[in-house]
């Protein structure tokens, strides 16, 4: 029997990586529909619409990032093919890969600490501004705001951390913190949210994260880093040579990305006002925490995906794309009837919640919207996986479309046309056009090297 449900594990991809990135995302999809039923207790209409907006902008930290992340993961992956950790807890292994190593965690350091300065400063004035123009009375959001842009700003600054582990294969380890710093923030914000904090819930929620961070990476992972911050590097990356070609593809990319998704908010904000903003958030993020639990499949592989690449074992990599594929289609459609069959029946009762929440037409639209979205998700961590970004001009052509249709259908149909042009968007450009890359870029990349590595 055990050896059968092993076989079957295997064959499922699941391992503890994946065990522990599901359960992190499934905490928090499953915690979602608590948080949004105290707020909708707590929060007036006006104040949950500040939440939802709160937490759109603070994605506008992909500008900081500017796609270093993603380049990181695969770098790092490379060079730890070549590399372990000791029993002691540090970096073993081939030193010029380990100085290549201590070279990209010394100078993505250094990028995300200015870049956490940078957001502070700039998005805390330029959100002051924003809020301003449609500022509610009774809605105490400037002193929240600015606290929750520091305490996201010091949360930059640790993410180059995060990233190292992740493509040092520690993800099982990686993931199983953060679900229970996952739990504990959710926790301190229920907590805060029914003493009255209200906005403050989530900057106390941020604080709480950025403590507990610090203690596990100190606890557990200290001689990592010590061995790549203390190490005299002598074989360095260089970032103009072998970072940027990729990185600034991926930052166009990802600000791309931003206009696709977390910008949809801030725009409802901006055109409808601060009660449908928080309808429209709160079912978007309803959607995005399923759409993460179905990502998680493709998300913890990452590291996996570039070690396979690294030694040009192609066949292997292909295999492991479809069976994502396969899977996660599997797990998000299913949950997606069930996010939306949730929604139909709440209105169709006429449940109060139900006006905290889309009408089921525009949910509908953003769960084929997610769908399709996700569908691509694998397919970008396996070309990525080559340290190349193949998807610049799509991500330009989605972010225009996407910020030009939205702005246009919000006009004229409401939240409704919002939803409509992001389905629209994703399934009629994103889904073929992404296809189309993984066969040319395959076809291209791969070819010359044939299977004489498998």
């Known amino acids: 029997m055990h050896k059968h449900a ?18 992190n995302s499934g905490w928090r999809f499953a915690s979602g529909p608590i948080t949004f039923i105290l707020i909708a207790k707590y929060f007036t209409k006006e104040t949950q619409g500040y939440y939802f907006t709160f937490s759109s902008l603070m994605a506008l930290q992909t500008l900081i990032e500017l796609g270093l992340g993603s380049v990181i993961i695969n770098f790092s992956s490379h060079e730890w093919s070549k590399l372990r950790l000791n029993e002691n ?16 965690g010394q100078f993505s350091l250094k990028w995300f600490s200015i870049g956490g300065v940078i957001f502070t400063i700039a998005v805390s004035i330029w959100g002051l501004q924003f809020f301003s123009e449609k500022s509610t009375s009774g809605v105490d959001w400037r002193g929240p705001w600015i606290g929750l842009c520091i305490s996201t700003g010091i949360t930059i600054a640790l993410t180059p951390l995060w990233f190292l582990l992740e493509g040092c294969n520690q993800v099982s380890n990686a993931y199983l913190f953060r679900m229970y710093q996952g739990i504990c923030m959710s926790l301190i914000a229920w907590i805060a949210v029914m003493m009255g904090a209200e906005l403050w819930a989530a900057v106390l929620s941020t604080i709480l994260g950025i403590l507990l961070a610090l203690y596990f990476l100190y606890k557990k992972y200290r001689h990592f880093y010590l061995s790549i911050f203390s190490f005299n590097v002598e074989n360095r990356i260089s970032w103009r040579e072998e970072l940027l070609p990729m990185q ?61 690449a690294s030694k040009g074992k192609y066949g292997e990599m292909d295999e492991l794309l479809v069976q994502l594929l396969v899977i996660g289609a599997g797990v998000l459609l299913g949950f997606a009837a069930l996010i939306w069959l949730f929604v139909l029946f709440i209105n169709h009762y006429d449940y109060k919640f139900a006006q ?26 396996y070309l990525r996986a080559h340290r190349r970004e193949p998807f610049l001009l799509l991500s330009i052509v989605l972010g225009i479309v996407t910020l030009v249709t939205t702005i246009l259908f919000v006009k004229y149909f409401m939240a409704t046309g919002v939803a409509l042009a992001y389905a629209m968007v994703n399934v009629c450009i994103a889904v073929p056009w992404t296809c189309a890359i993984y066969f040319r870029a395959k076809r291209k990349w791969q070819s010359h090297q044939g299977r004489s590595q498998e």
């Open 248 to 308: 600034w593809r991926l930052a166009v990319a990802s600000l791309g990305g931003y206009f696709i998704g977390s910008a949809l908010t801030p725009i409802v904000f901006k055109y409808l006002g601060p009660i449908e903003a928080g309808r429209f958030g709160m079912t978007y993020n309803l959607i995005v925490g399923a759409g993460g639990v179905a990502a998680m499949w493709g998300s913890v592989r990452a590291s996996q995906f570039g070690m396979l």
């Open 356 to 381: 905290r929440l889309l009408p089921p037409l525009p949910t509908l639209f953003l769960v084929i919207g997610m769908v399709a979205s996700l569908i691509c998700h694998p397919i970008g961590i």
């Open 6 to 23: 092993r076989i079957l594990l295997n064959r499922l991809h699941i391992n503890r990586a994946l065990v522990y990135g599901i359960l």
């Open 89 to 104: 807890g540090e970096i073993d292994g081939d030193r010029s890969a380990c100085s290549r190593l201590a070279s990209l």
